[in-house]
């Protein structure tokens, strides 16, 4: 329920355009105490779930890492679609990389994958 008005007050936020007049206000010192904040007291949660399983959470760390540390200046081929009145449809293929901004996404499905395919 909480997560639900949380998610509501960024729309609201994003949507009214009132995201540029906070980052006006506040700044990049006050965001990183605010993050190290929430990073410190999820430590315990984070370690809670690990210990469940400690060689899944390694594996997820060493995935996050050689995605994140090693891979992200790689390119991927993703097909677009463009639609213009002026030009008209246009299909294409723009590389991307991946790989430096959806590495832990990445990782949690390749160590998904492997869970899955381990247990069944």
């Known amino acids: 329920s ?37 990073g410190l007291n999820l430590a315990n949660v984070a370690k809670y779930q690990a210990s469940k399983n ?8 060493v995935f996050v890492t050689l995605l994140s540390e090693y891979f992200k ?15 008209g449809t ?3 293929v723009k590389w991307v990389k991946l790989f430096s901004t959806l590495s832990v996404i990445i990782s949690l499905v390749l160590v998904w994958v492997l869970c899955g395919i381990l247990t069944a």
């Not at 400690?54 to 997820?60: S, T």
């Open 2 to 38: 909480s997560g639900i008005n949380a998610e509501y007050g960024q729309m609201i936020l994003g949507g009214f355009g009132l995201v540029g007049l906070l980052l006006k206000v506040v700044g990049p010192i006050t965001i990183s105490v605010m993050i190290s904040l929430i």
């Open 54 to 61: 400690w060689g899944i959470a390694l594996l997820m760390v």
């Open 73 to 87: 200046n790689i390119a991927v081929p993703l097909p677009y679609i463009s639609f213009s009145r002026q030009e």
């Open 90 to 92: 246009k299909f294409g």
